[in-house]
């Protein structure tokens, strides 16, 4: 009894027990006396916290000095501070990293008033400790205080929750990345280059602790040639800059109001001050704007819907949208689209006096169940003509002889398929055309170009400037209309994101972009020259001392003979002589996974929190040329699981410092499918991950607002009634009791593209089948997590999964998800 009573006891204090770390003082900075002559300290005003807020970025920064009212201040080791005290205030800091998920207790003793921070947020003492909850990675104390009776007693300790819980001071510049870094971080998220290549439009947008999930958005107007800033917009609000073609005004949008900048004398004019709801703006001429205006259906408040047909899933299937003319000298506003049909501006020709547009009347006839007329309004008399039916199609441009098209192989009776007889075309595989006027007469012109066209731009001239997806990049080229060639412009980066292009005789392209490795950057090209240069680059201003993952190119050859990529993130100075964890990531859908730097799925964060990063291209993709991405029609998950499973052996040959019981997969959307499919077909994964997957082919394909137009691509010509297999025993519920790698569902519970009942049902069958399954619903959430504190909540719940599989670390899960 008394051995029971005794081993209890140890168990009791053990658990209490707090395993405690006295901190260096010698590698803790000290700045102070901070304004001296200062008769009141924050404490004692009624603005203490804005006093403290306002001081503590530069605090913050990693400078040797702080200049504060003409007087210059050295930081310092704490251990060098003699004093007993010191007037004014003073302030401490110190950086400390963790190699895992990590809680605990900062106790500071000998300060009597004092504001503390983590990673410049505020925190409280409770009993004169600071709880600290601290993700893997590199983190910042702060400490502005206001009562210290005698420095030599101050001390500072870390008290862990458990004995792991153990962190390490370090006064390394370098630091590994942060999810507040990746997302916080100013980007430019608009560009507009001026008709005569002397003047731009830079839009930004950030992020702080203080803005939360708003954005901060300004925009510039500089000169292209010495970056100096000529006008800036504070306010968030200016949006939709369109340069007139006399080079001398800019117009733009702001809430609403429609507002003209003179370019020399940066006087403002008041255009229209009711455009609420418009978008689009172009000049047709130099006297007349051409615009869409949508207006929202009004509100139903009958007790029932009556659907019209499979569009009215829609939220904004009832909305009207049409296309109008503004003239500037009198203000008068003209439709021009039929309010019969919404419509889709296309393009316009001033010298033509006409307008091209799109629309899409109803009908299911055909895959992929949508159709799209082109039709030409000719101004003069309001005739409307029409081009032609499509049932693929994209987008649509002038040329001097007719019109420059964007559409999938299919188009006009095949028009642009490059194919074997067997095979059906992946319309999502963009091709260039170019159409009559009479819409009878179409020459495909990329039927050997493997890269998948997206937006372009129609030079005087007739060549087109073209964003492309080139395997797993974002391209730009020049179409010589007079060679019919193709030719790469040396944008230098892997992701070319936006770009807005000046069309005179010496045309420029001002783009902004990543590499895998490098953050945003913005550049000018000459299109002709083919010659760059560098306008900025966010390396500087917010990446200056981030340690990023080192990147390999990894490529295999499938079973079918066909190269598939890959490339392979390898931890900043990864001890290769150990076994290391890994992830795997795909999608498999239509479009590949590009080299962003960042995004949704943050592959040198993952690299930052210590894993291995595997992001492969299974067959399917576009931009790999039509033979690779037909392969996706009617396939859901051939060809693609078995590239997976193939794909991540062969990297385990190849990375052998990788543990292979150590390994978790994850995708989203098509990728989610892909996850939960591989559930069901293989062991070699010791954790999975799906976000917003498809469950039931079915289900999605009748259930997901754009679910029976995808399928009729993906599925084209297959139906439930006339192809059960592949509608049952493709969709991985019908497969459940062959799983048996954990899995975590994820969903926003108001996804519209893949309802979040898809992940529901393989949560359901998992559970009668006792199998290990979580499911994690975000609210107010759809189809993507954008807001900031969403995102960092599902980024962490992503890694802390696998660090409950794959490190066996379940302590980040079990503070994020508690079993009670």
């Known amino acids: 009894m008394l051995k029971k009573v005794l081993i209890g006891l140890c168990a009791t204090l053990l658990a209490h027990t707090a395993f405690a770390d006295s901190l260096d003082k010698s590698k803790i900075s000290y700045l102070g006396p901070i304004a001296p002559q200062n008769q009141y300290k924050p404490y004692e005003t009624a603005q203490q916290k804005e006093i403290i807020n306002n001081l503590l970025p530069q605090i913050a920064k990693d400078a040797k000095s702080l200049n504060i009212f003409g007087e210059t201040l050295k930081w310092q080791p704490l251990s060098k501070v003699s004093r007993l005290t010191e007037p004014g205030l003073q302030a401490i800091k110190f950086s400390f990293s963790v190699d895992r998920f990590v809680q605990g207790d900062l106790k500071i003793q000998g300060i009597e008033t004092a504001s503390v921070f983590i990673n410049n947020v505020a925190i409280t003492a409770n009993d004169k400790k600071y709880p600290l909850i601290l993700a893997t990675g590199d983190h910042k104390i702060m400490v502005i205080t206001e009562q210290v009776s005698d420095w030599k007693k101050v ?155 499979l569009e009215d899933r829609w939220s904004y299937a009832r909305n009207s949208n049409q296309v109008h003319l503004l003239d500037l000298n009198s203000g008068l506003i003209r439709q021009v689209s039929s309010p019969k049909f919404n419509h889709n501006l ?46 693929t199609f994209n987008n649509a441009q002038y040329h001097k002889n007719g019109f420059y098209i964007t559409a999938g192989p299919a188009f006009m009776n095949g028009s642009g398929q490059n194919l074997p007889k067997n095979m059906l075309p992946n319309n999502y595989d963009s091709q260039l055309y170019k159409l009559s006027f009479n819409g009878k007469d179409v020459t495909a012109l990329s ?60 045309p420029r392209l001002l783009y902004t972009g990543t590499t895998a490795s490098k953050p945003q950057q913005v550049k000018l090209l000459n299109v002709y020259k083919n010659k760059t240069k560098t306008v900025s680059d966010s390396k500087f201003d917010f990446y200056q001392n981030s340690e ?157 607002w754009w679910g029976y137009l995808y399928s009729g691509e993906a599925s084209k010509g297959s139906f439930p009634w006339n192809n059960t297999k592949l509608y049952s025993q493709h969709s991985p519920v019908y497969n459940a009791d062959k799983v048996t790698t954990p899995l975590l569902l994820i969903h926003g519970n108001e996804d519209t593209n893949v309802p979040p009942g898809e992940s529901h049902n393989m949560y359901t069958a998992l559970k009668i089948l006792n199998k290990d399954v979580e499911l994690v619903e975000y609210k107010n959430a759809n189809h993507q997590i954008f807001a900031r504190d969403k995102r960092f909540h599902w980024w962490d719940t992503i890694m802390a999964y696998f660090d409950k599989n794959l490190k066996d670390q379940p302590q980040w899960w079990d503070y994020l998800y508690p079993s009670k």
């Not at 958005?217 to 010495?226: E, I, P, Y």
């Not at 997806?469 to 019919?484: A, C, G, H, R």
């Not at 929190?609 to 299974?618: A, E, I, S």
């Open 346 to 391: 296309e393009d316009h020709n001033a010298k033509r006096g006409t307008v091209l547009l799109s629309r899409n009347p109803i009908n299911y006839a055909a895959p992929p169940h949508m159709i799209t007329k082109l039709v030409e309004i000719n101004l003069k008399d309001n005739n409307e003509k029409l081009i032609g039916e499509y049932r």
């Open 447 to 506: 039927k050997t170009f493997a890269p998948s066209i997206g937006r372009f731009e129609v030079l005087k001239n007739s060549d087109v400037v073209l964003s492309v997806t080139e395997k797993d990049t974002k391209q730009v080229y020049l179409f010589d209309e007079s060679k019919n060639s193709f030719k790469k412009l040396k944008s230098k980066l892997d992701i070319v994101e936006r770009f807005s292009l000046s069309k005179g005789k010496r």
């Open 155 to 309: 001390t500072l300790d870390f008290e862990g929750k458990s004995e792991h819980d153990q962190i390490t001071i370090t006064t390394d510049k370098y630091h590994p990345l942060t999810a507040k870094q990746l997302y916080d971080a100013k980007v430019i998220s608009g560009v507009a280059l001026s008709p005569d290549s002397k003047q731009m439009i830079l839009s930004s947008k950030a992020y702080n602790d203080k803005s939360a999930n708003k954005s901060i958005r300004t925009a510039q107007l500089l000169d292209t040639k010495s970056n100096t800033v000529r006008y800036r917009w504070e306010d968030g609000k200016a949006s939709n800059f369109i340069w007139s073609p006399d080079n001398k005004k800019l117009v733009y949008l702001s809430n609403g109001k429609l507002k003209q900048l003179d370019r020399k004398t940066l006087a403002i004019t008041m255009l229209s001050d009711n455009l609420t709801s418009t978008s689009g703006f172009e000049f047709f001429d130099n006297d007349t704007l051409i615009f869409n205006w949508n207006k929202s259906a009004k509100k139903d408040k009958s007790l029932t819907k009556h659907y019209k047909g």
């Open 548 to 704: 990023i993952a080192t990147l390999e190119e990894f490529n295999f050859v499938n079973k079918n003979n066909v190269e598939i990529s890959g490339r392979v993130y390898i931890p900043h100075n990864l001890d290769k002589t150990k076994k290391h964890p890994a992830l795997i990531y795909y999608y498999g859908g239509t479009s590949p996974v590009t080299r962003g730097f960042t995004g949704r799925y943050p592959f040198n964060l993952w690299a930052a929190n210590g894993y291995v990063v595997y992001v492969l291209q299974p067959t399917g993709a576009t931009g790999f040329g039509q033979e690779f991405s037909a392969k996706h029609v009617n396939a859901w998950g051939n060809y693609t699981a078995d590239d997976i499973i193939q794909g991540t052996g062969e990297f385990l040959k190849a990375y052998p410092f990788v543990d292979a019981n150590k390994l978790g997969n994850l995708g989203a959307s098509y990728g989610g499918f892909m996850t939960m499919l591989l559930t069901t077909k293989t062991n070699i994964f010791s954790a999975s991950i799906s976000h917003a997957g498809i469950s039931n082919i079915t289900s999605y394909w009748g259930q997901g």
